[in-house]
């Protein structure tokens, strides 16, 4: 950063840190001794897909990359291409190193600027769902709780805001926090 943007009030965005998913295994422990939502075994990777024979490649690379774990594919009405990762509720360290490994692949592969978000859902006994999203440009984390009828429970984000602050970079700003209806795996 210049001098000159340091006058114009302008700052260096954040640098991405794939490595900050691997902090989720043991934030999932803290969110469930605090608020008791466990993870569901489901994780997403969202990005704005490019066309060529290249971008078919890399998809296809990132199948054989997971082998045997169950991927869809799937689009939003928003035109961004959404993978949903399955794995067992109980193995939260495979699901990270999965949703690593797509988002590693993209980035490596010159789509960096192409992602979005990834996301991991949990619930609770009352059926609740809950995702801890993690932000692609900021390098930063935030809960999504969404309700029916496309609200929010603000309450419950905000608690958990508390639960994980301490072990993952929670997203300062709340209007970043933009809600994803509609995800796979919510």
């Not at 949703?99 to 692949?105: A, E, F, P, Q, R």
């Amino acid at each position: 950063m210049g001098w000159l943007d340091a006058l114009l009030g302008r700052s260096k965005p954040a640098r991405p840190n794939l490595d900050a998913l691997f902090a989720l295994p043991s934030a999932a422990v803290t969110l469930q001794a605090a608020t008791g939502f466990e993870p569901t075994g489901l994780g997403s990777v969202c990005f704005r897909s490019a066309e060529g024979g290249a971008f078919a490649t890399l998809q296809r690379d990132i199948r054989e990359l997971l082998g045997d774990v169950e991927v869809e594919h799937s689009q939003d009405s928003y035109g961004y291409t959404w993978l949903l990762v399955r794995r067992q509720a109980d193995d939260l360290s495979s699901l990270v190193t999965d949703l690593h490994g797509v988002n590693s692949s993209l980035e490596g592969a010159g789509f960096g600027p192409s992602l979005l978000c990834s996301l991991v859902t949990f619930t609770d006994d009352q059926r609740r769902a809950l995702a801890v999203v993690y932000l692609y440009k900021q390098g930063t984390f935030y809960p999504f709780a969404p309700l029916a009828g496309e609200r929010r429970d603000n309450a419950l984000e905000l608690q958990v805001r508390g639960a994980i602050s301490g072990e993952l970079r929670v997203e300062p700003e709340l209007s970043r926090w933009f809600p994803l209806w509609g995800a796979p795996g919510l």
